[in-house]
């Protein structure tokens, strides 16, 4: 099967008063369709800027600061390259062919109009349906969202549900126009944790009814693991290790792949001597990376002479994994 | 056993709700409701729970930060909730609060030095400006931060800099009592650990007892001694870490320790997924307060209130049914 979205050398930069940065260097990966992977890394690591550049939402207009292949195949079967599409263009691909939903639902939804106008604003734009038409399919969906009283809600305005009830919402209005791309950056990262069990379930189920992809962002390996098969780790703007979930969390060979796996607090282990085994140092400034590879100095596998001088580049591994790091062979043996 | 550095009894704090053009009471918000336990010295009591069950508030209670609407709070002995202004200055030389979000709760104006020095400064402790400095530089150093921020401003810091900052502050007046709310929770996962560390290092040297407050239950298996399971403003279950975390004898947090995302892709469990959302504490349903989403729920459940009964070596429950889970 032919992929759904292709990613190829993907690289955004922001720049001003003389500063440059790259949040995003020379990314690739496929999407193939119904498919979830997981972006995950660190904050400042560049992964939400991948979810905007997808979208054409980084706002990045200078020539040469936005570079590189985002190919989608349509609904309707043609195949584009949507950095080349025209504001207009993009219009149409949004909502309809991909959609994203964010982190705190109360600041993506508008507060002075209610979820239902929100809900049917989204399905007229995209679709050009009308008023009565998109009011049937809005209180369709929050019941398929599973939302008790869905008439209620749709008649609520955003401050008067819970962060769970909105991200539902937020959810309905992504899913209103059918994509076959869903972007969910950090969709349950300002929930608690059992609310974020219960939208998990709920984006799981809808993905095995609706066939949607899922381009899924955090920084939470536990929920990687819950709704991935497939994951990406970046560390600094680039992919330092993708692979299967179960392949990449039982042997990581990125250095920083196992450093923040080991460092995480589990409920099902106790800590040696009750100390967690932290990284130390902190995640550098996309606008001064260390030379060499970017993980070099919190790294306690690197060479002086070695890991500070040669940038690594992405090898290939023998199980359709790859990882970025110019000494993995030698730490795997 | 040793006498507590602090003993909760029944600790209550009841936000009013007022209405009308002429504000009058309707209600309450019953953030706190008879909410008792004691901790250690040199013991970390975990407070853990969803937004909205109380943490915050029990944690701000007991400093009165808040003031409690009933009930007692007695630190080494002596009853903070009668206490008056000069009185409560001199408690808070031995109990001091790290905040969650390191970057609102440091004065963007001030210089790390007159940050960390300031709790000194209002306590009257090293009026010289010299001994306060080379106190100050200590301090920072405890907490891993070279003399070179003594001049940097927040602004200049990251995130687990800034919770180093917050925390070298609170240490100021050598407290005995630490309350520590939600101290990790905004910091990236890498950072994390290096906090977590940091505290449990801090602990063991100064002989503190913390108040650890997280909505994390996993980070808090790894710092707390001991856990209490809070909801709505109750106590659900409180025990030692090892048994919370691994033999929970409450469903609530039987439920609350289900929906931890485990990273390991290979150890599927049986997840307990809750309906619905934390019911508002302004009107709790009536019996226990967790009935309303809980798995085991029984008729009973709705008429009396369970009282925390023990169910093991300094483990207590609030649930009617032995049997659960």
């Known amino acids: ?333 | 056993m040793t006498q507590p550095v602090l003993d909760v009894r029944n600790l209550r704090k009841w936000f009013e709700i007022r209405r009308g053009v002429i504000p009058r009471v309707v209600g309450h918000v019953k953030a706190v409701d008879d909410v008792s336990f004691a901790i250690q010295p040199n013991q970390v009591l975990g407070l853990a729970g969803e937004s909205g069950s109380g943490k915050t508030t029990i944690g701000r209670s007991l400093l009165r930060l808040v003031e409690p609407t009933a009930g007692q709070v007695v630190f080494q002995g002596t009853e903070v909730t009668r206490l008056d202004a000069r009185a409560l200055r001199r408690f808070r030389r031995k109990a001091q609060i790290i905040f969650q979000d390191p970057y609102s709760s440091l004065d963007p104006r001030m210089s790390i030095e007159e940050i960390v020095a300031e709790p000194l400064r209002v306590q009257g402790i090293e009026p010289d400006r010299r001994a306060r400095r080379e106190r100050v530089a200590a301090l920072l150093d405890s907490v891993s931060l070279s003399g070179e921020f003594l001049r940097r401003r927040p602004r200049e810091l990251s995130g687990g800099q800034r919770q180093r900052v917050g925390i070298a502050r609170a240490l100021a007046v050598d407290p005995e009592l630490v309350v520590a709310d939600e101290p990790v929770a905004s910091l990236d996962v890498s950072i994390q650990a290096q906090i977590v560390n940091l505290l449990q290092d801090l602990k063991e040297k100064l002989g503190l007892a913390l108040l650890f407050i997280s909505h994390d239950i996993a980070v808090m298996r790894h710092v707390a001694d001991r856990i209490a399971v809070v909801y709505l403003g109750k106590i659900m279950e409180i025990g030692a870490a090892r048994d919370i975390c691994e033999a929970p004898r409450h469903p609530y947090t039987e439920a609350l320790l289900s929906a931890v995302p485990n990273p390991d892709p290979e150890q599927r469990r049986q997840r307990i997924v809750l309906q619905g959302d934390i019911p508002s504490p302004a009107n709790p349903p009536t019996g226990c307060v967790f009935r309303t989403r809980c798995p085991y729920a029984i008729a009973a459940c709705a008429q009396t209130e369970p009282p925390l009964e023990p169910v093991g070596a300094g483990h207590y429950k609030a649930c009617l049914r032995d049997d659960a889970p």
């Open chain 1, 1 to 333: 099967m032919s992929a759904l979205l292709e990613v190829r050398d993907l690289t955004v930069r922001f720049s001003g008063r003389g500063q440059v940065v790259n949040a995003v260097h020379r990314v690739s990966f496929d999407l193939a369709p119904g498919e979830t992977v997981a972006l995950v890394g660190e904050s400042g690591c560049g992964k939400s800027t991948i979810g905007l550049a997808i979208m054409g939402l980084t706002g990045v207009a200078r020539a040469g600061d936005l570079t590189g292949a985002i190919t989608l195949t349509f609904k309707a079967g043609k195949r584009r390259d949507l950095m080349g599409l025209s504001d207009r263009a993009m219009q149409a691909v949004r909502g309809n062919e991909v959609a994203m939903i964010f982190q705190e639902p109360m600041s993506s939804l508008n507060p002075v109009h209610t979820v239902g106008w929100q809900i049917r604003e989204a399905i007229t734009q995209h679709q050009g349906a009308s008023r009565t038409a998109a009011d049937d399919s809005a209180l369709g969906l929050l019941k398929q969202l599973g939302i008790p009283d869905a008439e209620r809600c749709l008649r609520a305005y955003p401050h008067q549900l819970s962060g769970g009830m909105r991200q539902r919402v937020m959810i309905a209005i992504a899913l209103s126009c059918r994509p076959s791309l869903l972007i969910a950056d950090e969709p349950t990262t300002a929930l608690d944790v059992t609310i974020q069990a219960q939208i998990l379930e709920l984006l799981k189920r809808l993905q095995a009814q609706t066939g949607m992809a899922i381009l899924f962002i955090t920084h939470n390996f536990g929920v990687v693991a819950e709704i991935a098969k497939r994951t990406m780790v970046m560390y600094a703007g680039q992919i330092v290790e993708a692979g299967a979930v179960s392949e990449v969390f039982h042997a990581p060979r990125m250095p920083y792949t196992r450093a923040l796996l080991d460092s995480l607090p589990r409920l099902d282990r106790a800590a040696p001597g009750g100390r967690l085994p932290a990284i130390p140092g902190q995640v550098p400034s996309p606008s001064a990376l260390p030379p060499g590879c970017a993980f070099h100095p919190r790294c306690r596998y690197a060479l002086p002479g070695l890991c500070d001088g040669r940038t690594p580049a992405l090898e290939m591994c023998d199980d359709r994994r790859v990882v970025r790091c110019l000494r993995w062979t030698e730490i795997a043996a």
